[in-house]
């Protein structure tokens, strides 16, 4: 494709990188990936997309902007209090890059919809906080064979992993095989997270993306990276596919997908579950 010199500029410090260049920024600027939820992995999450020139970025969240979020998640203002996530994340990331079409869905994902939203995007951000949704994305991207970046944050840790179809590494449910009993693990709100940590995953998840796009490195598929913000420490743990997983093994046992109820997010006795 291509470039004007507007973009040539903007995407400089890309196009000299070895494993970029011109071929490769326009590999980005051809894609599509969606983000589903614009919280405080999303946020930073879609402005690094929009940022490094992903040519559609999809934004999915039925939530309205509330004070509270802005502590993190830093695509929304003070002045997008009570506006629905997803238009001030598509004004936010308009005001950033014009290059990027922003496709918004106002609604949250179910076993209704999250397929037909999901099938025409190269690459999935798992942005959510609760384990009902991120069952849900697990199991609708390896049915429908999507990659995606599983992602969970809470207090002063952090975790993600990538999936990526028929490479043979295992999926968010071969780790974490189903959610656990309703009120056994604290919500994020009940629980605290510190704002920067949304920033510190959310953008290694954007990066997952962007490698992924790009062909370049290795990904985290087959691993997970967990994060100590107290220690600063990252651990990478090297994890296998559950040959007995309900959803990825060779017999599955989950073949329609499942509304769970559970609202909780991602720790349970000091360890991340989700």
Avoid: W
């Avoid at 920033?199 to 954007?206: D, P």
């Amino acid at each position: 494709m291509e470039f004007s010199e507007e973009q040539i500029e903007r995407y400089s410090r890309h196009i000299i990188l070895s494993e970029v260049g011109v071929e490769g920024q326009g590999k980005l600027l051809n894609s599509k990936v969606l983000v589903i939820g614009t919280g405080g992995l999303g946020a930073p999450a879609a402005m690094y997309l929009a940022a490094a020139g992903i040519g559609t970025i999809g934004l999915v969240d039925g939530d309205v902007v509330d004070l509270s979020n802005l502590q993190r998640q830093i695509i929304h203002q003070t002045k997008d209090v009570g506006k629905p996530k997803v238009q001030s994340g598509k004004e936010t990331i308009n005001e950033m890059n014009p290059d990027v079409k922003v496709i918004t869905y106002n609604e949250v994902v179910t076993s209704q919809n999250i397929l037909d939203i999901i099938k025409d995007y190269d690459f999935i951000i798992d942005g959510t906080d609760n384990f009902a949704a991120k069952f849900l994305i697990n199991d609708a991207c390896v049915l429908a064979k999507k990659p995606f970046s599983h992602a969970g944050i809470i207090r002063f840790q952090g975790q993600l992993t990538t999936y990526i179809p028929d490479n043979g590494t295992p999926c968010y449910r071969c780790i974490f095989q189903s959610p656990p009993p309703k009120g056994v693990v604290p919500t994020c709100r009940e629980a605290g997270v510190i704002g920067a940590m949304g920033g510190i995953i959310g953008t290694l998840q954007a990066l997952e993306a962007i490698k992924y796009i790009l062909g370049v490195g290795e990904t985290l598929a087959g691993y997970l990276l967990t994060f100590d913000a107290i220690k600063m420490e990252f651990s990478k743990i090297k994890v296998s596919k559950n040959k007995r997983c309900g959803v990825c093994s060779d017999n599955p046992t989950i073949k329609t997908l499942i509304d769970y109820e559970n609202p909780s997010c991602d720790l349970k006795s000091g360890k991340l579950k989700g």
